[in-house]
């Protein structure tokens, strides 16, 4: 099951770089409940987010936020939060205690920092890791904006929003004609949907029957290339073996017999070798087998 989540945050992290140029590191906006829920469930949250979005990651806080945690520093586990928080980079969200006595809402100040110009654009490409659905619910209006959040000590990414799936759809679109345009072989393969697989599939059977002219060949050489891919190694390989095998069992069997039968035939380069090998050790073997005997007999006596 993680497994498979896990592979499942891959593809959508690689979904947003693809339609919304995300990059790594990627900068998660995390909101105060985060970070004190991080620490509540003993989860560190920096490797927690490296493994949920998978890449390297640039975790900040907002001034609003980090306020908030200094507020409740009289709570238990808060002064845990707060050190965590320390660690984090500071985002600069320009609501000054001067200004604002009280910080912003998270809502708010998210809203802010992602969307500074209210276009629905997340202008800096932020990942929002936020323990508020609220605020969750606020982004996902927002397009290509990643949310994270822990639910029961499990870290969650979740589902692209609506908003950003449009997005998404819009930009596939545009792909697959661009596409349509090059090449038409590519694109079958590559980005469609089940619908033009289906129709492909039909229409080869349709061109099979039919017979068409263009169509029908198109089919043919790719099945020919198909075959020939297949056959060609397994055949010849085995035969070769078979023969190398063969010659390399005779020859040791019979050298003699091959001597004399098949130098003309073969390399002279290699006969010659042996020939040399063989009359000069034929000879010395000769004189060592005829004077050995004599020797030992003469050793002997
Ligand atoms: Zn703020």
Redesign the pocket.
């Known amino acids: 099951m993680r497994g498979k989540r896990s592979k499942q945050y891959r593809k959508l992290m690689e979904q947003f770089s693809m339609t919304f140029g995300f990059r790594e590191p990627y900068q998660v906006l995390v909101d105060a409940e985060m970070v004190r829920d991080s620490c509540r469930f003993k989860m560190d949250l920096a490797p927690a987010l490296h493994r949920t979005v998978h890449g390297e990651v640039k975790a900040m806080i ?4 980090i306020r908030k945690l200094y507020a409740q520093n009289k709570e238990s586990g808060v002064v845990e939060a707060i050190d965590l928080a320390k660690t984090l980079e500071r985002r600069r ?3 000054h205690p001067d200004q604002y006595p009280e ?2 809402s998270t809502e ?2 998210m809203k ?2 992602v969307d500074p110009k209210g276009t629905n654009q997340n202008k800096h490409r932020y990942v929002v890791a936020s323990q508020s659905q609220e605020v969750r619910r606020m982004l996902r209006g927002i397009k290509g904006v990643p949310l994270i959040y822990i639910k029961r000590s499990v870290m969650i990414l979740e589902p692209m929003a609506d908003e950003s799936v449009q997005v998404r759809a819009r930009e596939e679109r545009g792909k697959f004609r661009a596409e349509l345009r090059g090449s038409l072989g590519k694109r079958k393969r590559d980005e469609d949907s089940e619908d033009d697989e289906k129709d492909g599939g039909e229409k080869g059977k349709k061109e099979k029957k039919g017979a068409d002219g263009k169509a029908t060949q198109g089919d043919d050489k790719t099945k020919k290339k198909k075959g020939y891919g297949r056959k060609e190694p397994n055949p010849l390989s085995v035969q070769k073996n078979k023969k190398q095998d063969q010659q390399k069992r005779e020859r040791p069997q019979k050298p003699a017999e091959l001597d004399k039968k098949e130098p003309e035939q073969e390399g002279p380069a290699k006969r010659k070798r042996r020939r040399k090998a063989k009359t000069g050790s034929g000879e010395t073997g000769e004189g060592q087998e005829s004077a050995a005997p004599a020797e030992a007999a003469s050793g002997e006596s």
């Open positions: 907002t001034q609003c936020e969200c320009g609501h910080p912003l708010e100040c802010s920092v």
